[in-house]
């Protein structure tokens, strides 16, 4: 099994990607925040499935806070210590956003993935419209890449508090929600399909009326081609991710919501 919780990250940050799909709309470069509190802290246990069997193999968590100028964001995954000696995760990921634009304007990725490691630091600069980076496997190492900012592009945590805002009016069945997102050295222009929505029952969380979407699906040593991510949202004032279910190459994964702290609204009464 390959890059755990960066699948259960993925899913959770509404992205499942796919290479190479244009979108066919753009979304807006500006969100009206309206979905999160400061010192909201969500947390995630990820499961992985072998032969029937569910694994419980470790933990996703995703806090948000508010500074004068600036939005914080940052995620962290591991493995359980039990689960360690099949496949160690150690992942954190930190997003800095301009409270006035609504857009990034740093991101850093430092992940340790069994014997994979990645370091990948963006900073955005729009006076210049340049993107610098510094990729490679460790912070030590990375060398040094400049790009053209490309629009209103995101990275990949700053886009999931950016579709939690999206408007009501843009969220119904049959919908696809375009985005623009940047990491790894690539821009990725992807659609998330908004598949439906209606009332389900969530083990360990309740029952909700979510929506359930689509996003499409990166082919690279974690999917293959025909797998599909759905990423249950819970339909109210908080838009949170509630369960999050994808094939991987072998067996499956899912990621259920089993804490928060300081939400505007609470999943758990239901």
Not at 145 to 156: A, K, L, S, V, W
Not at 176 to 202: Q, R, S
Request: proline content about 3%; charged content about 25%; some cysteine.
């Amino acid at each position: 099994m390959q890059r755990l919780t960066q699948i259960a990250i993925f899913g959770i940050l509404f992205l499942g990607l796919t290479m190479g799909i244009l979108a066919q709309e753009t979304m807006p470069c500006e969100a009206d925040q309206s979905t999160w509190n400061h010192g909201e802290r969500l947390t995630y246990k990820v499961y992985y499935n072998w032969q029937f069997i569910w694994i419980p193999a470790g933990e996703v968590e995703f806090s948000v806070r508010e500074s004068t100028d600036y939005y914080h964001m940052d995620v962290t995954g591991s493995t359980y210590s039990s689960y360690d000696p099949f496949f160690k995760v150690r992942d954190s990921y930190r997003s800095v956003v301009d409270k006035e634009t609504d857009l990034p304007v740093y991101f850093v990725r430092d992940v340790l993935e069994g014997n994979y490691v990645r370091y990948d630091s963006i900073s955005f600069d729009y006076d210049q419209g340049l993107i610098h980076e510094y990729f490679g496997k460790t912070k030590e190492s990375a060398e040094y890449f400049q790009y053209e900012i490309n629009g209103c592009t995101q990275d990949m945590v700053s886009i999931l508090y950016f579709l939690r805002n999206t408007s009501d009016e843009r969220i119904t069945a049959g919908n696809d929600l375009p985005i623009n997102v940047f990491f790894d050295k690539e821009y990725f222009d992807l659609d998330i399909h908004v598949l439906d929505i209606y009332t389900k029952k969530i083990k360990g969380v309740g029952k909700h009326e979510v929506i359930q979407l689509t996003p499409q699906i990166v082919t690279e040593n974690v999917f293959q081609e025909g797998n599909e991510m759905n990423i249950y949202v819970c339909n109210d004032e908080s838009k949170i991710p509630l369960l999050i279910e994808s094939a991987v190459t072998v067996g499956s994964v899912k990621a259920v919501l089993i804490e928060t702290e300081k939400t505007k609204t609470n999943p758990f009464k239901s």
